[in-house]
């Protein structure tokens, strides 16, 4: 709005508007479900703002609280959850739903049965593929979802899993209206589920426009503190360069994602906020343990001490971002903060490929990353970096690549040799870091892509995942890093930072450690 | 010219066939697969995998699935995309306004701007305003149009606060889409009665800037071909017969020089359609302007092959259409042509 249009509205406008909270995202969500969608784009515009769980992470934290559910208790057996639903809470009366009763049992059976049950009516509507909710297991995990009363639901596992509260707290675990399901059943309009949500979250949807902007309306029936904005406005602007602008000029009021480049000025500014928090990530070269050198560990010791992981950091993530020594982000509690890392020695290093029986080093290859994630903003220029290094020891290095999926099923077969990959937490607990990423099953589901399975360590991340006393896991989590530290299955390289700009005026907002924007708290002064 | 005319549609039915033959093997020959990116990170079940290859039609062998393909292209179907699920056409076609609106008022403001400025470098020959006008538009034409649209958000929208710096119209504004032309939509009766003229100038102010970054090529390329044509027809006898009678400079040129110039113009303003679309992929991206090029940029990314065979095909089909009649017309204007 500028000098045609300020003044035309000051001529021409009939009505005093008020001014929405605008925040300039980075993308089109592809549905407002996240049952059905994974990226942090869509989860924002749902998860975030119409949805919510029974239980949530509190705000700026990985805490577990209660949510939609105010209580829940775990059988001493750790296999049966038992949830108390929250009384008194409304879906949202949208313009094609008005609901006749409140949140009930039926609608968390609904919620979880769409994804579980593979006979439910409403499974194979959007293709059918939940990826969250088969990648985190909970369709083998969970045995039976049962309605005990109208405001108690019981889940049994197959098995005690610690991690299971913090999956319950997961975007995809949003929990849907049936009634509202029930009536789009009857009009044989089952899509518009994705499309066009019912929640019980701070912010009501009210229209979306393609590529452009998606308008939200506080909840005025919301069950909890209300939302401080009363319009909500999501202004798609892919360009980061172009949302740094709109901040500037005062069309955004928070923007996702500056550009590194942008940051020094931005903090200059003094109109600007810039906040920024750990991320729940991890970016690492892992090298297959069971093909030859690497079944070696003084070789992997030795590519240890040959990388220089500061000048990574320095030159590829601008500084924004801290050297790894543990395959978990800081954030995460159970992080080891006494593990010693590997330091930089290039003659340590040749020192150890000399005891392996590699004097004059070896040919290899480094399968550079082929896109541009936080945990690695360039795979290819650390790849130079990285075949800089340790050209210096003797490794001739070859780097490959492929395009993103052929890349990730090849690394699932375990075709590479050196892979950079990493990682970013979903749930904030150290087992979906340690298990996925470390753990012996995931050398056959292919997610542990050092294919390295130490028994030792194996056993305590499980033991760590049956017990729910956190000191407990703590301790098991503590040794488990010690050992991968020993055994060197990866050289950890960062952890990336997040960032998000502000206008001055904006209030109330804080850092997700999980990486969504969360806006209930959020005001304008 | 009957028999001209048919001539040049029939020659449509190869061109179509070969930029469907182009658009349907060329992304497939690109690597990626679909089914694996729809599937997400976390990979999926090999059952999984194979049921979603079925449903999309990947399975069949390559020339079916290119059979298929042309057979529901000719019915008008041109499949669903992978990512919304919705039909390609009716993606299509919520897009379509917003660049076509855009690439209006951005070849207006090339030809109003073009053709003067071509005119007056042809009179003023080797002038000071000639080199530079020329320098100029050899700029204009090279220039990077990502660069330029950046260019000009600093200027305009940062330093100088005239224009928004992207987007289709101020948040403030909530206009139902009712052509998806925000120029006529914001116009419409209701709106103006509950927002007065506001909205229609919102819409208006946030045209500017990707209107000139858009126009900046196609403007560049008509004023260096009205000069070259002008000099030419200048040159002519009959001109010179024109100035011998007495005539005014401005009736000479307007009357007798540019009419017969303006007969390549015609033909170049029809062939910048071409360029405008193109454009309209990166100028849409910067200026988070909702229309196909953005569109078209997340499908190649996605590996949407039925959004981007359409699309390739919706494209092609309107700048072949748009050729053919600039043909006619130029057949119209120009007889010898028509043999």
Redesign the interface.
């Known amino acids: 709005m500028k000098l045609f249009a300020v003044i035309a509205s000051m001529l021409f406008s009939t009505q005093v508007l008020a001014k929405p909270f605008v925040y300039c995202s980075e993308g089109s969500p592809t549905a407002f479900n996240p049952q059905v969608t994974t990226d942090g784009t869509s989860n924002n515009a749902s998860a975030h703002t119409i949805y919510e769980r029974l239980v949530d992470f509190k705000y700026g934290t990985t805490k577990i609280v209660p949510k939609l559910a105010k209580s829940w208790k775990v059988s001493k057996d750790r296999k049966t959850y038992t949830f108390t639903l929250r009384k008194g809470v409304k879906f949202h009366t949208t313009k094609y739903f008005t609901p006749t009763r409140e949140l009930n049992a039926d609608d968390v059976l609904f919620s979880f049965n769409r994804q579980w049950d593979k006979k439910h009516p409403y499974h194979k509507v959007s293709g059918g593929h939940y990826e969250y909710f088969t990648g985190m297991d909970m369709n083998n995990l969970i045995t039976k979802i049962e309605k005990v009363g109208p405001y108690t639901v019981k889940i049994v596992l197959a098995s005690p899993e610690a991690p299971f509260i913090a999956n319950m707290a997961m975007s995809f675990m949003s929990i849907l209206s049936k009634e509202y399901a029930d009536q789009l059943t009857k009009k044989g309009e089952m899509e518009k589920i994705d499309n066009f949500p019912v929640g019980t979250g701070p912010f009501v949807y009210k229209k979306y426009k393609k590529d452009t902007i998606i308008r939200f309306t506080r909840n005025e029936s919301y069950w909890g503190p209300k939302a401080k904005v009363d319009k909500l406005v999501f202004s798609i602007t892919p360009d980061p360069s172009v949302r740094y602008q709109k901040l500037k000029t005062n069309e955004c009021h928070l923007i996702i994602e500056p550009s590194p480049a942008d940051l020094t000025a931005m903090k200059a500014n003094s109109n600007l906020v810039v906040m920024q928090g750990a991320g729940l990530n991890v970016g690492y070269l892992a090298m297959n343990t069971q093909k030859k050198p690497f079944d070696n560990i003084n070789v992997r010791r030795a590519i240890n001490h040959a990388l220089n992981k500061k000048s990574y950091v320095d030159a590829i993530y601008l500084g924004n971002a801290m050297v790894a020594k543990n395959p978990l982000p800081p954030t995460i509690w159970s992080y080891n903060k006494k593990v010693k890392d590997y330091a930089y020695n290039v003659k340590k290093a040749k020192s150890l490929l000399k005891k392996a029986g590699y004097p004059n080093g070896f040919e290899t290859e480094i399968w550079t990353l082929p896109v541009t994630r936080p945990y690695n903003p360039n795979g290819k220029k650390m790849g130079e970096m990285m075949q800089a290094d340790l050209a210096k020891i003797g490794i001739k290095v070859k780097l490959v690549t492929y395009d993103w999926p052929t890349y990730l099923k090849k690394a699932r077969e375990g075709s590479h040799q050196l892979i950079q990959l990493g990682w970013t937490g979903d749930n904030g607990d150290p087992d979906n870091f340690l298990n996925v990423l470390l753990g012996c099953t995931g050398v056959k589901s292919g997610s542990n892509v050092a294919r390295w399975c130490n028994k030792k360590f194996n056993d305590l991340i499980t033991k760590a995942k049956l017990t729910t006393v956190k000191k407990s896991r703590v301790a098991l989590y503590e040794k488990a890093q010690k050992i991968f530290k020993k055994d060197a299955p990866w050289a950890p390289i960062a952890h990336s930072i997040i960032f998000r700009a502000m206008s001055k005026n904006v209030k109330g907002y804080k850092i997700d450690p999980l990486g969504g924007d969360i806006f209930r708290t959020v005001e304008l002064r | 010219m009957l028999k001209f005319m048919a001539k040049r549609i029939l020659d449509l039915i190869p061109t179509l066939f070969g930029i469907s033959l182009l658009s349907f093997f060329i992304i497939r020959m ?4 679909p089914v ?10 090999p059952a ?1 995998y194979e049921e ?1 290859k079925k ?1 999309m039609g990947l399975d069949l062998p390559i020339i079916e699935q290119y059979w298929v393909f042309l057979k529901d292209a000719f019915q008008g179907d041109l499949g669903e995309s992978i ?3 919705r039909t390609v056409v009716s993606e299509f076609f ?2 379509f306004p917003a660049t076509f609106e855009l690439g209006i008022v951005a070849l207006i403001f090339a030809v109003i701007c073009g053709i003067p400025l071509g005119i007056v470098a042809a009179v003023k020959r080797n002038s000071f305003f000639d080199y530079f006008l020329m320098g100029g538009s050899l700029a204009g034409y090279s220039m990077p149009i990502f660069w330029w649209g ?1 260019v000009l ?2 200027i305009f ?2 330093q100088m ?8 119209m ?5 206009v139902d ?1 009712v052509t998806g032309f925000m120029l006529i939509d914001t116009l419409m009766p209701e709106i103006i ?6 909205p ?3 819409a ?2 946030h045209l500017i800037l990707p209107a000139i970054a858009m126009g900046t090529i196609p403007l560049a390329s008509i004023a260096r071909m009205t000069r070259s044509s002008m000099l030419e027809v200048l040159s002519e006898d009959y001109i010179r017969t024109a100035k011998a009678k007495g005539l005014s400079v401005g009736r000479v040129i307007a009357v007798h020089a540019l009419r017969n110039a303006l007969i390549p113009i015609v033909t170049i303003i029809g062939l910048m359609f071409g360029s405008i679309i193109t454009g309209a992929i990166l100028t849409e ?4 302007w ?1 229309g196909v090029g ?2 078209f940029v ?1 499908s190649v990314n996605a590996r949407d092959y039925p959004v981007i065979q359409g699309a390739v095909l919706f494209i092609a089909t309107m700048v072949v259409i748009i050729n053919m009649f600039v043909d006619l017309i130029y057949a119209f204007i120009n007889p010898k042509m028509r043999s």
């Open positions: 690109i690597p990626g697969d694996l990116l729809l599937l997400g990170e976390r990979g999926a079940d999984v979603m449903s990512i919304s699920k919520d897009r950046l958000i600093l929208s940062v606060g005239l224009t928004p710096v992207a987007g289709r101020s948040v403030m504004f909530d889409t009665k509950d927002e007065g003229f506001a229609f100038f919102s208006l102010s991206t910067i200026f988070s909702p953005k569109w997340a």
